[in-house]
């Protein structure tokens, strides 16, 4: 069974960076693809962005070039670093598996972990 524990949250001020990372136990890692969602106040949760098993990426127009997703398979972890952060970008952001990259963008799964709070402020 899955389990996935993010970290690296934080407060931040506008134009700043954090580095997230999500390490997975339970599934064969480095068959899965990987990704980072978030969910604001009052909204869906949505992919941010994801990581093939392949190495292939998919962002969200809102964070293209500023965030950059990667992995670590040696060590179960997926990391997002995250660069010229917006207000906007303020949310829980959590990471979960699929074995399919397009399948992460319907986020339906039954398990997520804690997530981590990024809050953007000045």
């Known amino acids: 069974q899955v389990q996935l524990v993010e970290s690296g949250g934080g407060l931040v001020q506008p134009g700043g960076t954090l580095r997230l990372s999500c390490v997975a136990s339970?599934?064969?890692?480095?068959?899965?693809?990987m990704g980072w969602y978030r969910q604001a106040p009052g909204k869906q949760r949505e992919l941010v962005a994801g990581i093939g098993n392949g190495f292939s990426r998919i962002y969200a127009d809102s964070v293209k070039g500023r965030f950059a997703i990667s992995r670590d398979n040696a060590k179960n972890t997926v990391y997002l670093q995250m660069n010229s952060l917006k207000s906007e970008d303020t949310a829980v952001y959590y990471c979960n598996a699929d074995t399919v990259l397009m399948k992460l963008a319907a986020a339906d799964y039954d398990y997520w972990g804690q997530g981590t709070q990024v809050t953007v402020s000045s």
């Open positions: 339970g599934i064969s890692f480095r068959s899965y693809c």
